[in-house]
């Protein structure tokens, strides 16, 4: 019997948090759809679909449900960067979501806060085996590549010191969060929240309701506080799609 065919459906945001991937497929072929490039191809003998969604949730929604329906991709990750929330969550640690939610849908009193309208659920779950194996693939990064990958002045810059993998829960929404108190008020609204972006709780919805196994692996950029504007141009040019590269090449069984 022949194995079931993987194709892994691998979205970013921006091409600072996927390039270097792209450049490094197998016979790369490129289809444009809805303005956005599709490139397909190897990497490490896994075949993928890279695509770059841009920001926001209508945006990466529609990327996600594009690679499902006219790619027939298997999988789908997205990769990129994320604010974080939880005071244990450093800039330059990685977070692999465990579930998504939408911090922005608030149709009560129609329905509860943060539920999707008549779906009954606030909270994405991502797929267990997938998100296991980018928990290990983002360790081996830590452990094995991350001196060599991120030099002495980024280390410095950034205060990279002893970073950590998480996995919890992510949330998005079409805002970027950038002050003390927008980062608390999440932090109570939502108690476990880790970190905060813009696109993957839109993914994870598109991916349920198309019943296709999904996860989000996401590099910490800032604090989500004044700050942020500043931390999160620095990090995505000079540091990001490093990350991206290697958990990716470890995720594949590269080393
Ligand atoms: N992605 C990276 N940092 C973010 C932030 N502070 N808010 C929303 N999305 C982000």
Redesign the pocket.
Known sequence: MSEPRLVIGLISALHQEQSGLIEHMNAAQTTTCGMRNYVKGRLWDTDFICVLSRLGKVAAAATAATLIERFNVTHVIFTG???GIDSNVKVGDIVVADSLIQHDMNASPLFPRFEVPLSGLSRYPTDKFLTDQLVKAAEEFFQHDFKNQIDTADRSLFKLEAPRVHSGLIASGD????SEKRRTDLKQALPNLLA???EGAAVAQVCFEFGVPFSVIRTI??A?NEN?PTD?VQFIERVAARYAFSTVKRLCGGN
């Open positions: 960067v994320a604010g805002e970027f969060i950038h905060v972006e813009m950029s800032d989500a942020s999160f």
